[in-house]
């Protein structure tokens, strides 16, 4: 009873407040939970559980003595306990897929909720609150609940964390492992539909979805680390309900759950653009300099090319050289050089109108040609490669290949001085053409 | 005896009109879920009856009209958005389409509802009855226009259009639905663009979601797209006879549906789902390809074969 008499410490006496309380609770319980939700690829599965508690709130509506709300929110997660058995069951004797599995129990347990709520509709008065949650009729004793759900729930994820993290990933390794798999699946599904009925009368059905998704989705954009997305899918899940709360405090007709959604979508919007590694503008970016790198080193190996032609004799290339060989303008040749100025890997000579390369320059040069055909001589050699069908692939590849692959191949090839078409593979460490 | 002819002597020529509306609002639904099953993507139905839902509030705020047709092409082009959203996510970064599902139609479902509380204020025509149940249990007081010197309910009208439209367009691109629901690859050497299949087929699956949910509701849509369909796989592995498997059961669950709906005096939409449950879990003992009750019956026959082949192998 101490224990208890912490949790009536914490809980606040306005209504706002108590709100505010419970979308945090519920942001952290459920973006606890959401991490393995997002990682095990069921995320539907806490849609699907929470329409499938529809008949057992509805038989508990019915048959429990004074509506209690203990015995409602048992019949409720026995049915959310017998749908996710159903999704299993369908999954692993037929040939239906786990999106099909899902959409049948969602679909069927509530049509069956609704038909049977329509049947007692004196009876059932309080479906619609379960149904589209309410956060404001959340009173002390539900709160405790609540508080007293979410501490079970960190407890039990942090003390089986690690077995819960591997079968996540992969179920097979983590039976070969030891780990009961069986009993370790039945307290997943557990725990989950625990805290979707917890949630329910909170957020609602559709929206208890979004606190099961959307913040571990935003977590898992913005970690590799499993114990960080932990803890950031909760923080997110505490933030949006901070956000959310606040707002339907404040402004008046604002609906809490979906406020709270719409917050967490907000971030995730927020993190989908900016995470520094995962992210779609960090991506486009690498993408960007990937390209002009790409862009750059191919007009260093047009310069080679066009002295390897003349034979290493001339120092200067002229840009009209270049965008010949480049088969572009003088103008766009112009600016590919000035790229490579500023790395320093050319320098103008003379009136602006053709370039040398610098020692840099021909180093890296000479490492992109002797890639390429060292490529196409792997190709052709060892992987039967016709010679004529070679370019392309060491076209892309020559930008790629490391330090160590290079060694290799060179090991493998035993060491090759031309390549299939008899030119001449350069050695960039002699730091002179061969010529 | 009595049971059979009950709706009969109960509603008279009204019970073949629940029926057969029930039918046509199933039967759309029925060939196109069963592409979606195939293309696994089954919940995309999911999230499309959920977050067409900003689109009917936006057009409504609009129009002011709950029939108007805007009200259609806003709920259209809202589950068209959910779908590029959650291509957005699930192409452009390693969170998996099901989360990215989850992510589009949750927050337009929000979306919706909060501009459905902040817009249309307190009285509100789009009640969250209809969104439940929809409005098939009202359809005899409809309503009701001559045609051919019979007093026709005006949903059905509108549903048997929708439904021959829908039959018409699936007979019209059969070959592309087909080629794309089993190997999107060699779809596209053919030149169809898988990217315009995509987007054309959520697009006709928004349109039937919203026909469809006027009638049934938003969540029993979802079970006339998957049902219908997925029992129809549970028996056979060829296309053709699954189409026309899952429009029986778009029918057996018409009528089962208007039975339930009379026997225990409830609501009219979800009995239809409610047999179609059975109908599925009927095709799930008893289907001639996966029906558990064939599975147990051969592992019976099997077990002294298995016993005889490992003592073989022992020795």
Same mark, same amino acid.
């Given at each position: 009873m101490n224990f208890l008499a912490v949790f009536d410490l914490l809980i606040p006496a306005t209504g706002a407040g108590k709100a505010i309380l419970a979308a945090v609770l519920l942001g952290a319980g459920a973006g606890l939970l959401g991490s393995f939700v997002v990682l095990r690829r069921v995320a539907l599965m806490g849609d699907a559980i929470s329409h499938a508690v529809l008949p057992g709130v509805v038989a508990g509506l019915i048959y429990s003595p004074d509506r209690h709300p203990g015995m409602i929110f048992l019949c409720a997660a026995l049915a959310g306990l017998l749908g996710a058995g159903i999704v299993r069951a369908l999954m692993s004797t037929t040939r239906l897929k786990s999106d099909t599995a899902l959409g049948i129990v969602l679909a069927s347990f509530f049509a069956f909720g609704i038909m049977w709520q329509s049947r007692n509709q004196a009876g059932t008065a309080g479906v619609m609150n379960f149904l589209f949650g309410n956060i404001g009729s959340i009173n002390a004793a539900d709160l405790k609940m609540m508080m007293v759900a979410t501490v079970l729930l960190c407890v039990v994820v942090f003390v089986l964390k690690r077995p819960l993290l591997v079968m996540s990933f992969d179920e097979g390794f983590s039976q070969a492992l030891g780990y009961p798999v069986r009993i370790l699946n039945g307290i997943f599904y557990f725990l989950l539909t625990f805290s979707v009925v917890v949630a329910l009368q909170a957020v609602g059905v559709v929206l208890v979805s979004a606190m099961l998704i959307t913040p571990a989705a935003a977590a898992y954009l913005l970690t590799d680390k499993f114990g960080k997305m932990l803890l950031l899918s909760m923080a997110f899940g505490v933030l949006s309900g901070i956000i959310g709360g606040v707002i339907s405090a404040n402004v008046n007709g604002m609906p809490t759950g979906p406020v709270i959604t719409l917050a967490a979508t907000v971030v995730f919007a927020a993190v989908y653009f900016v995470a520094p590694k995962h992210g779609v503008l960090a991506k486009l970016l690498r993408t960007v300099k990937r390209r002009r790198r790409v862009r750059r080193e191919n007009t260093l190996k047009a310069i080679y090319q066009i002295q390897e032609s003349g034979g290493f004799t001339h120092e200067d290339v002229s840009l009209i050289e270049i965008a010949r060989k480049r088969r572009n303008t003088e103008d766009h040749a112009r600016k590919e050089c000035a790229s490579l100025l500023k790395y320093g890997f050319i320098e103008m000579s003379g009136d602006g109108h053709s370039v040398h390369l610098t020692a840099a320059g021909w180093k890296r040069a000479m490492e992109m040609v002797r890639n390429h055909r060292l490529w196409e001589l792997y190709l052709t050699n060892e992987a039967n490669y016709a010679d004529d069908h070679v370019h392309e692939d060491a076209e892309k590849i020559e930008h790629i290949l490391g330090a160590n692959t290079v060694k290799q191949l060179e090991k493998d090839l035993d060491f090759p001085e031309l390549d299939p078409h008899g030119k001449p593979i350069p050695q960039p460490q002699l730091l002179t053409p061969v010529s | 005896m009595n049971y059979l002819t009950i709706p009969w002597e109960n509603l008279g020529f009204g019970a073949f009109w629940l029926m057969l509306m029930a039918f046509l609002v199933a039967l759309p639904c029925s060939q196109m879920g069963s592409f979606l099953i195939l293309r696994r993507m089954s919940l995309t139905g999911d999230a499309i009856s959920h977050s067409v839902f900003p689109g009917v509030v936006i057009a409504f705020v609009f129009t002011g009209d709950l029939a108007s047709p805007w009200l259609i092409i806003g709920a259209g082009l809202a589950g068209l958005a959910s779908t590029v959203f959650i291509e957005l996510i699930h192409k452009k970064t390693r969170v998996k389409q099901d989360?990215?599902?989850?992510?589009?139609?949750?927050?337009?479902?929000? $979306?919706?509802?909060?501009?459905?509380?902040?817009?249309? +204020?307190?009285?509100?025509?789009?009640?969250?009855?209809?969104?439940?149940? +929809?409005?098939?249990?009202?359809?005899?007081?409809?309503?009701?226009?001559?045609?051919?010197?019979?007093?026709?309910?005006?949903?059905?009208?509108?549903?048997?259009?929708?439904?021959?439209?829908?039959? %018409?367009?699936?007979?019209? %691109?059969?070959?592309? $639905?087909?080629?794309?629901? %089993?190997?999107?690859?060699?779809?596209?050497?053919?030149?169809?663009?898988?990217?315009?299949? /995509?987007?054309?087929?959520?697009?006709?699956?928004?349109?039937?979601?919203?026909?469809?949910?006027?009638?049934?509701?938003?969540? $029993?849509?979802?079970?006339?797209?998957?049902?219908? +369909?997925?029992?129809?796989?549970?028996?056979?592995?060829?296309?053709?006879?699954?189409? $026309?498997?899952?429009?029986?059961?778009?029918?057996?669950?018409?009528?089962?549906?208007?039975?339930?709906?009379?026997?225990?005096?409830?609501?009219?939409?979800?009995?239809?789902?409610?047999?179609?449950?059975?109908?599925?879990?009927?095709?799930?003992?008893? +289907?001639?390809?996966?029906?558990?009750?064939?599975?147990?019956?051969?592992?019976?026959?099997?077990?002294?074969?298995?016993?005889?082949? /490992?003592?073989?192998?022992?020795?």
């Open positions: - | 989360a990215a599902t989850g992510i589009s139609f949750t927050a337009l479902f929000a $979306l919706g509802v909060v501009l459905m509380e902040t817009m249309l +204020g307190k009285n509100v025509d789009l009640d969250l009855d209809c969104v439940l149940h +929809g409005r098939l249990g009202l359809l005899l007081e409809e309503q009701h226009r001559e045609i051919f010197g019979l007093m026709v309910p005006q949903p059905i009208l509108i549903m048997a259009g929708v439904a021959l439209l829908t039959i %018409f367009l699936m007979m019209l %691109f059969y070959r592309v $639905l087909l080629l794309s629901a %089993f190997d999107q690859g060699l779809a596209a050497s053919y030149g169809y663009k898988p990217a315009v299949i /995509h987007y054309c087929t959520m697009f006709a699956v928004s349109f039937i979601v919203v026909a469809a949910f006027q009638a049934v509701g938003a969540i $029993l849509v979802i079970a006339l797209l998957i049902l219908p +369909g997925a029992a129809a796989y549970l028996c056979t592995h060829r296309l053709k006879i699954m189409l $026309l498997l899952a429009s029986i059961h778009a029918l057996l669950s018409a009528v089962g549906g208007l039975y339930l709906h009379v026997w225990f005096n409830t609501d009219m939409a979800s009995a239809v789902v409610v047999s179609g449950g059975v109908l599925l879990i009927l095709a799930w003992l008893l +289907g001639p390809v996966d029906g558990l009750m064939w599975k147990w019956l051969k592992d019976e026959e099997e077990t002294p074969d298995k016993d005889a082949s /490992h003592s073989a192998c022992s020795e």
